[in-house]
Each structure stands twice: as C-alpha cells, then as structure tokens.
C-alpha cells in the first residue's frame, strides 16, 4: 500500500469543525482512500472512504485533491466523543486485498470543551 | 448484527504458556483479519482468510503464532511459548469482499505476559 503522512496530533474546541488532512503523493489510480479511527482502548472503527469525488455521511466528510495526493476528513461539528486517533489509509481497489491495512500512526485529535 | 466480537477480552499469561484467542466475526463476512496493535502504535497486520482459506500468513510474527478458520466462520488465533513481548492489544476485522471494502474491527484482546 502507499505511504500517507498526517500530522502527529491536532487541537479542536468544542462543537467547531475539525479538518484532518492526509497527504498520499504516490497514490496509485486504483488505491481508494480510507479513514478509520480508535477510540481509547477500542477497535478502529470505520469513518468513510472514497476513491475520487467528495463523499459524505453521517460521520463525516472526505474532500478529496483533484490530482488525489491529498484529502481532508472534515468533522463538522466536534464532540468530545470525537477525541481520537484518525487513520489516514490506501487501499487497493479489492479493499484490504491480501495485506490487510497498513495503519500509521494517525492523527490524534483532542477536543477542548 | 452485533458486530465483530472477541473473546477474551483481557488474557494474563506466564511466559511459556500457549494462548487462544478466539473471533466471530459478523455474520455474512467472508473475509476475515488478525492485527496486532501495540502501545502507541497503529494495528498491524498479521494474516488473514477468504472464507476458511489462509490467503496470507507471512506477516505473522514467528512460527509461534498460527491462526485457523475450520469452518470459514469463526478464526482462533493461537500463540505458543509466549514472551514478554508478545504482551499487545490483538485485533480481529471482517469484511465482505468486493469493490472499497471495509472492514469492521472488534473491541480487541488484551494479553500480558508475565
């Protein structure tokens, strides 16, 4: 899988939006882009993905470069449920495919109330 | 659905001891992960099955670890002669396979080693 790079951490206060960038130069044509993100003493947990339009749901939104070398996870309105660890991933275009994922280090993200 | 589970969810062991941790994961997934997560790190990955076949085992630790899926459902994981640093957080995803799958974590299991 490609390399991602993310800040190691990033500071939000309370019910303002949050985004998290991703920067993913060497991504190929068929890697989707994918976020993850773990809660304390949790399992990661799936946030959303997309490939190359900008994608919402009810967790968040992915805006994705039009040359695809970088997106943004944008959380519009944060919570403190939001503080986390957020995983910035490529995948191929089978998903997980034989190498499952390749999880960084993430972003950790802390919300001030 | 109630999602992927694991069991146990907290594992303290004696070095030398071998351990079974056990997934089920949701119930229509045909592919199944076994990661490996320590302090401050991302998970890492280990191996994983389609249905009941093993498609990737090299990225497990040591000849220790093993890990089986009989029946295509549940996976155990198996880690013999344990040590000190086997002791991490070992986590179980399911997925469906097709076109910018996700997978589905569980809650994890949490061994220490003595």
């Given at each position: 899988d490609a390399k991602t790079t993310q800040p190691n951490s990033m500071e939000s206060n309370e019910e303002e939006p949050v985004h998290l960038p991703c920067n993913?130069?060497?991504?190929?044509?068929?890697d989707y882009i994918h976020w993850y993100r773990q809660l304390p003493s949790q399992g990661p947990e799936y946030v959303i993905h997309g490939l190359t339009s900008n994608v919402n749901n009810r967790m968040a939104s992915l805006a994705i470069a039009e040359d695809r070398k970088s997106s943004t996870l944008i959380l519009h309105r944060a919570t403190l449920r939001d503080a986390a660890v957020y995983y910035c991933i490529l995948t191929d275009f089978s998903g997980g495919?034989?190498?499952?994922l390749t999880f960084g280090k993430g972003t950790h993200l802390i919300i001030q109330p | 659905d109630t999602g992927v589970s694991q069991n146990p969810r907290h594992k303290i062991t004696k070095r030398g001891q071998n351990v079974t941790f056990r997934c089920d994961p949701?119930?229509?997934?045909n592919r199944l992960y076994w990661y490996r997560q320590t302090l401050g790190q991302g998970p890492e990955f280990l191996t994983y099955f389609q249905n009941e076949a093993q498609?990737?085992?090299?990225?497990?630790?040591?000849?220790r670890f093993s890990a089986e899926r009989p029946k295509g459902s549940f996976s155990t994981l198996e880690i013999q002669r344990?040590?000190?640093?086997?002791s991490a957080m070992y986590l179980c995803a399911s997925s469906l396979l097709g076109v910018g799958e996700t997978q589905y974590f569980g809650p994890g299991t949490r061994l220490l080693v003595l």
């Amino acid at each position: 899988d490609a390399k991602t790079t993310q800040p190691n951490s990033m500071e939000s206060n309370e019910e303002e939006p949050v985004h998290l960038p991703c920067n993913h130069s060497t991504i190929s044509g068929t890697d989707y882009i994918h976020w993850y993100r773990q809660l304390p003493s949790q399992g990661p947990e799936y946030v959303i993905h997309g490939l190359t339009s900008n994608v919402n749901n009810r967790m968040a939104s992915l805006a994705i470069a039009e040359d695809r070398k970088s997106s943004t996870l944008i959380l519009h309105r944060a919570t403190l449920r939001d503080a986390a660890v957020y995983y910035c991933i490529l995948t191929d275009f089978s998903g997980g495919g034989a190498d499952g994922l390749t999880f960084g280090k993430g972003t950790h993200l802390i919300i001030q109330p | 659905d109630t999602g992927v589970s694991q069991n146990p969810r907290h594992k303290i062991t004696k070095r030398g001891q071998n351990v079974t941790f056990r997934c089920d994961p949701i119930s229509e997934h045909n592919r199944l992960y076994w990661y490996r997560q320590t302090l401050g790190q991302g998970p890492e990955f280990l191996t994983y099955f389609q249905n009941e076949a093993q498609l990737e085992k090299s990225r497990l630790l040591s000849d220790r670890f093993s890990a089986e899926r009989p029946k295509g459902s549940f996976s155990t994981l198996e880690i013999q002669r344990t040590e000190q640093g086997d002791s991490a957080m070992y986590l179980c995803a399911s997925s469906l396979l097709g076109v910018g799958e996700t997978q589905y974590f569980g809650p994890g299991t949490r061994l220490l080693v003595l």
